[in-house]
């Protein structure tokens, strides 16, 4: 069993920056392929970032080159590094985990961080 905890979100100006952290329970995280999703008000949930356990990542075209998604096996934790972030980027964050064995199942889910983006 998975727990994750978001936290780090909050109101950010065009052009600044934030990071997003993902606090994770259980030994087993390092073998975690892990995530990043957001939604925004009335659109469907949308893939932002991943990294494997071998921490390769993977980003959506629109945060490439913006956003970083790093983790710290030793502390449980996947961060997102969200530079010059836009208005569009305004959504609830979320963090997923995804098991060696199914790594493109996300089965664990953390409650989620506003970020505000104001221009």
């Known amino acids: 069993q998975v727990q994750l905890v978001e936290s780090g979100g909050g109101l950010v100006q065009a052009g600044g920056s934030l990071r997003l952290s993902c606090a994770a329970s259980?030994?087993?995280?390092?073998?975690?392929?892990m995530g990043w999703f957001r939604q925004a008000p009335g659109k469907e949930r949308e893939f932002v970032a991943r990294?494997?356990?071998?921490?390769?990542?993977r980003y959506a075209d629109s945060v490439k080159g913006r956003f970083t998604i790093s983790r710290d096996n030793a502390k449980n934790t996947v961060y997102l590094q969200m530079n010059s972030p836009k208005p569009e980027d305004t959504a609830v964050y979320y963090c997923?985990?995804?098991?060696?064995?199914?790594?493109?199942?996300?089965?664990?889910w953390g409650q989620g961080t506003q970020v505000t983006v104001s221009s």
């Open positions: 990294i494997s356990y071998t921490r390769i990542t």
């Open positions: 259980g030994r087993a995280f390092s073998t975690y392929a």
């Open positions: 997923a985990a995804a098991p060696q064995t199914h790594p493109l199942q996300y089965d664990y």
